[in-house]
Nanobody
Framework: HVQLVESGGGSVQAGGSLTLSCLAS????????MGWYRQALGKEREFVSV???????MYAASVKGRFTISQDNDKKMLYLQMNRLSIEDSAVYYC?????WGQGTQVTVS
């Protein structure tokens, strides 16, 4: 069983930056990638970024060049550095690993 807890969300003006964190605990094998997803009000959850167990990263086209995903060496902390935020980035951001999900952290850009 894996627990994921996100933090770092908040309110920011357009053009600003935020860094999200996700703490993983429990049975962590290091074999699963970790990723970020988001769900805006009234919309479906969408992929944002993922980092594989080998460190390969992928980004949604809408965030590429603005967001950076990273992970601690022990693979228990996941980060998402978000720069040049826009109103369209407002959403609840979820951390995911091995089909487990965190509770989400709200990001509001105004």
């Amino acid at each position: 069983h894996v627990q994921l807890v996100e933090s770092g969300g908040g309110s920011v003006q357009a053009g600003g930056s935020l860094t999200l964190s996700c703490l993983a605990s429990g049975y962590i094998t290091g074999r699963c990638g970790m990723g970020w997803y988001r769900q805006a009000l009234g919309k479906e959850r969408e992929f944002v970024s993922v980092i594989s167990s080998h460190g390969t990263t992928m980004y949604a086209a809408s965030v590429k060049g603005r967001f950076t995903i990273s992970q601690d060496n022990d693979k228990k902390m996941l980060y998402l550095q978000m720069n040049r935020l826009s109103i369209e980035d407002s959403a609840v951001y979820y951390c995911s690993m091995c089909n487990y999900w965190g509770q989400g952290t709200q990001v509001t850009v105004s």
